[in-house]
């Protein structure tokens, strides 16, 4: 695997009341993106932040890249404000984008990295038409909403056919994943081809931060300099451990 595997931290999961400081903290255990989800509770069941959040983070973290992960319905209106505010890419959902080739060309045209992303339940051919566009294409591996959610399996055959088809084209853009990331999962999902990984539970919900993000991007760089991809470990899958109590399901 010749890409540099990135992790994109998201907040998602984080302590709002200090949202710097814990970013902060992700980003100095090895994350390079940080990863902003915003959620308006009518394309997602959930509502998250806005620019002014965006904006605040800015200030906190000048030169990081910010990922905005838009799972909002006519994301066009709000596009101009969170270029405003500090986005580097932003990343909008086939599912809610009637005219997906002018909102990637709009984002362009806001200085930012446009990118498109799936639900577990769209195929990847929906793409086919917009690959040349994007900056990278984000394959949701849970259904967005809500962090902590478990991996969706099929996710790895995605990313798969989209690495394919990346190279049947001769295209350069990059493949994120998001959901479920994890210590037990992130192996798989590198062998797959995912290239840039979003974590939120595994970084932000127990333990020291920067810690969580050293070990998960360690596990993952191993996983893509260990050679071929081998079958997908099912008993493993299986046998991950109880947090389902836990886990919102979507
Ligand atoms: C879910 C969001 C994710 C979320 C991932 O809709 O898009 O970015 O934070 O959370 P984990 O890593 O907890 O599955
Ligand atoms: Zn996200």
């Not at 190279?167 to 998001?178: C, K, M, S, V, W």
């Amino acid at each position: 695997m010749a890409s540099v595997i990135e992790l994109a931290p998201s907040i998602l999961s984080a302590n709002f009341a200090q949202l710097g400081v814990e970013a902060k903290a992700a980003l100095e255990g090895g994350g390079t993106v940080l990863h902003l989800d915003v959620m308006d509770g009518h394309f997602v069941p959930n509502i998250t932040i806005g620019p002014p959040v965006v904006a605040s983070l800015r200030k906190t973290l000048p030169n990081a890249t910010f990922d905005c992960h838009l799972m909002i319905e006519n994301p066009d209106d709000y596009i101009p404000a969170f270029a405003e505010a500090g986005a580097n890419w932003i990343s909008v959902h086939q599912e809610a984008c009637v005219h997906l080739d002018r909102t990637l060309h709009l984002i362009a045209s806001h200085n930012c990295k446009p990118a498109v992303v799936i639900n577990p339940a769209t195929p990847v051919h929906m793409l086919d038409n917009v690959l040349d566009l994007v900056h990278h294409v984000l394959i949701m591996s849970v259904n967005p909403g809500f962090g902590a959610q478990h991996f969706i399996t099929n996710s790895l055959n995605k990313v798969r056919d989209l690495g394919r088809l990346r190279e049947a084209r001769g295209l350069d853009f990059r493949i994120e994943i998001d959901g479920g990331v994890a210590l037990d999962t992130v192996a798989d999902i590198v062998r797959a081809g995912a290239e840039i990984l979003v974590a939120g539970n595994a970084i932000f919900s127990h333990g020291d931060i920067r810690e969580n993000a050293r070990t998960l991007l360690s596990a993952a760089r191993a996983a893509a300099s260990s050679g071929p991809a081998p079958r997908l470990r099912r008993a493993a899958a299986a046998a991950r451990p109880s947090k389902e109590g836990q886990r919102r399901q979507a």
